[in-house]
Nanobody
Framework: QVQLVESGGGLVQPGGSLKLSCAHS????????IGWFRQAPGKEREVVSG????????WYADSVKGRFTISKDNAKSTVYLQMNNLKPEDTAVYYC?????????????????WGQGTQVTVSS
């Protein structure tokens, strides 16, 4: 069984930074497509960023472009989401998702594995 575990969330003031991590455990898993999503109270889950493990290509939602950066650590089998210049509207539960297939990174239903989520709160 594959498990994804997010960490790094917390409370930060507007303009601050956080770095989220997504690590996988369990059976050997070659992830090809990875996505970061978020869901705020009363809102639908939305895609934030996507990443193709092998090529390194990335995709960002317009709302986070220039502020968020997705990256990986091969040795640790971990994907990161560096979030800078955070805004109150970034407050949400953040989830990572992954699949061994090449998919449209923006579609939540295309991912097979999801983490449990980590809360990010941006408030003064």
């Amino acid at each position: 069984q594959v498990q994804l575990v997010e960490s790094g969330g917390g409370l930060v003031q507007p303009g601050g930074s956080l770095k989220l991590s997504c690590a996988h455990s369990g059976r050997t898993f070659s992830w090809s497509s990875i996505g970061w999503f978020r869901q705020a109270p009363g809102k639908e889950r939305e895609v934030v960023s996507g990443f193709r493990w092998n090529s390194g290509s990335t995709w960002y939602a317009d709302s986070v472009k220039g502020r968020f950066t997705i990256s990986k650590d091969n040795a640790k089998s971990t994907v990161y989401l560096q979030m800078n210049n955070l805004k109150p509207e970034d407050t949400a539960v953040y989830y990572c998702a992954a699949t061994p297939r090449l998919i449209d990174l923006r579609i939540p239903g295309a991912y097979e594995y999801w983490g449990q989520g980590t809360q990010v709160t941006v408030s003064s």
